[in-house]
């Protein structure tokens, strides 16, 4: 099995990769749904989210405001260290139940948004980094998913830099390219992590 972690700014079009990836026979984890599944309603995760933040972070039919949540914990370090602490070991249990469900010649993929800033890179065989120009994040978070341009220089600034994330990659795909070139290159990547995996088997008896 071979362990890769993918991670990316967000806007920089890192759900678009691991989509591909999947496309191409990747077993996907992914740390965003995850963390949605692990606060749903009825989950220790949620309430021990209430007791922290209070129920103004609830909706009406009792789940997460996770945009009214969002808006409170990106405007305060502090209170973004509280939620990660909640939901990161929360996130870490369920990816390694998934993960050992795995085949032993599949690669799995870890898509993982806060891989730079959590200091995870060092659990993976290989990271890979989707990398965009801040310019086309900006473009992409106002543009698709309808953010002000506030919010979203508030949502890029919360995460670690471009520069940061640079380092620990061990494949960088741009993601300044159209969509055709993003899928050829994406095709290319997965060619060389079957090769990896398969050269990481133990061997038969």
């Given at each position: 099995?071979?362990?890769?972690?993918?991670?990316?700014?967000?806007?920089?079009?890192?759900?678009?990769?691991?989509?591909?990836?999947?496309?191409?026979?990747?077993?996907?984890?992914?740390?965003?749904?995850?963390?949605?599944?692990?606060?749903?309603?009825?989950?220790?995760?949620?309430?021990?989210?209430?007791?922290?933040?209070?129920?103004?972070?609830?909706?009406?039919d009792?789940?997460?405001?996770?945009?009214?949540l969002?808006?409170?914990?990106?405007?305060?370090?502090?209170?973004l260290?509280?939620?990660?602490?909640?939901?990161?070991?929360?996130?870490?249990?369920?990816?390694?139940?998934?993960?050992?469900?795995?085949?032993?010649?599949?690669?799995?993929?870890?898509?993982?948004?806060?891989?730079?800033?959590?200091?995870?890179?060092?659990?993976?065989?290989?990271?890979?980094?989707?990398?965009?120009?801040?310019?086309?994040?900006?473009?992409?978070?106002?543009?698709?998913?309808?953010?002000?341009?506030?919010?979203?220089?508030?949502?890029?600034?919360?995460?670690?830099?471009?520069?940061?994330?640079?380092?620990?990659?061990?494949?960088?795909?741009?993601?300044?390219?159209?969509?055709?070139?993003?899928?050829?290159?994406?095709?290319?990547?997965?060619?060389?992590?079957?090769?990896?995996?398969h050269?990481?088997?133990?061997?038969?008896?």
């Amino acid at each position: 099995m071979l362990k890769v972690g993918l991670t990316g700014g967000i806007g920089a079009g890192k759900s678009e990769v691991s989509r591909l990836l999947v496309e191409c026979g990747a077993v996907l984890i992914d740390a965003d749904r995850i963390a949605r599944e692990v606060v749903a309603p009825g989950t220790p995760g949620l309430a021990s989210v209430v007791a922290a933040f209070g129920t103004d972070v609830l909706t009406a039919d009792g789940s997460l405001d996770r945009p009214g949540l969002g808006s409170i914990v990106f405007a305060d370090p502090e209170k973004l260290a509280v939620l990660n602490s909640i939901v990161h070991p929360l996130v870490g249990a369920r990816s390694h139940e998934l993960e050992t469900a795995a085949a032993e010649d599949d690669v799995v993929v870890h898509d993982v948004p806060l891989l730079a800033e959590n200091g995870l890179a060092p659990l993976y065989d290989v990271v890979i980094v989707v990398d965009a120009s801040p310019e086309t994040q900006l473009d992409r978070l106002v543009r698709l998913r309808g953010m002000t341009e506030g919010d979203a220089r508030a949502r890029m600034a919360a995460q670690a830099t471009r520069e940061k994330r640079l380092e620990i990659a061990d494949i960088v795909i741009d993601n300044d390219v159209p969509l055709d070139d993003l899928r050829e290159r994406v095709r290319e990547i997965w060619a060389d992590l079957v090769r990896r995996a398969h050269a990481s088997e133990p061997p038969q008896e």
